[in-house]
């Protein structure tokens, strides 16, 4: 079973910016499609951007054109460039990683967007 640690979320003003990272354990990392999650307080978990192991790529419309969902295969690494940051953007951000039988969830990352 693949292992996802995130690092990377914190405090950043309105407009700004942050690259999220999730590492992952493993060998068979490539075979892996892997998405970013959101989950704010009170509200649903839902899916921010997906990469699948073909490199497609998905995104809620909420984020297209402000984030960007991509994977360095060598470094075992997914990563979100999260750039023109609104407040409603702020979350609890996870990793996930499936295939065939396994779905791995990180313990996930903090981002606030606050003046």
């Known amino acids: 079973q693949v292992q996802l640690v995130e690092s990377g979320g914190g405090l950043v003003q309105p407009g700004g910016s942050l690259r999220l990272s999730c590492a992952a354990s493993g060998s068979i990392f490539n075979m892996y499609d892997m998405s970013w999650y959101r989950q704010a307080p009170g509200k649903q978990r839902e899916l921010v951007a997906r990469i699948l192991s073909g490199g497609y790529t998905e995104y809620a419309d909420s984020v297209k054109g402000r984030f960007t969902i991509s994977r360095d295969s060598v470094k075992n690494t997914v990563y979100l460039l999260m750039k023109s940051l609104k407040p409603e953007d702020t979350a609890v951000y996870y990793c996930?990683?499936?295939?065939?039988?396994?779905?791995?969830w990180g313990q996930g990352t903090q981002v606030t967007v606050s003046s």
């Open positions: 996930n990683g499936k295939r065939i039988g396994v779905d791995a």
